[in-house]
């Protein structure tokens, strides 16, 4: 092989690690504005609201449609982006309760059942904590 052959080879691995460097970069930029969104509770509010809205079309007119968390039955939900929940709602013994947690602790479950009060109940959404 002529230096000529071995320059032009050495070039090319240059370039191509040039090309690969960029594409490394491209891919971190492209991860750096997805992980807000995977590393957030976003969707779980979106589901949450989902299954309210879904349930609340099919359960009979004389029933609550509520959240259970744990053994709290929400009341209103609190979204404090993009990571927490704060729950307002009564416990299995009548007191009345809030919950926080992280999205990533959260199981909840949306029933209905028949009322609670008069009035229905539907568990209410709110985007962020309320003020003190």
């Known amino acids: 092989m002529n230096n000529f ?11 191509e690690a040039q090309r690969e460097a960029g594409r490394r970069m491209r891919a971190a930029a492209e991860a750096q504005i997805a992980l807000p969104n995977l590393l957030s509770g976003y969707a779980t509010w979106e589901a949450m609201k989902s299954a309210i809205e879904q349930l609340r079309r099919v359960a009979p007119k004389d029933h609550d449609v509520v ?38 602790q959260l199981v909840f479950a949306v029933i209905h059942r028949p009322k609670f009060r008069p009035e229905p109940t539907i568990t209410g959404f709110c985007p962020h904590a309320p003020s003190a």
Do not use: C
């Open 67 to 104: 959240i259970k968390v744990s053994d709290v039955t929400v009341i209103e939900a609190y979204f404090i982006e993009p990571h927490a929940f704060l729950f307002q709602g009564v416990n299995n013994v009548g007191e009345d309760t809030w919950i926080g947690l992280h999205f990533s």
């Open 5 to 15: 052959a071995k320059i032009a080879q050495s070039v090319n691995a240059v370039t």
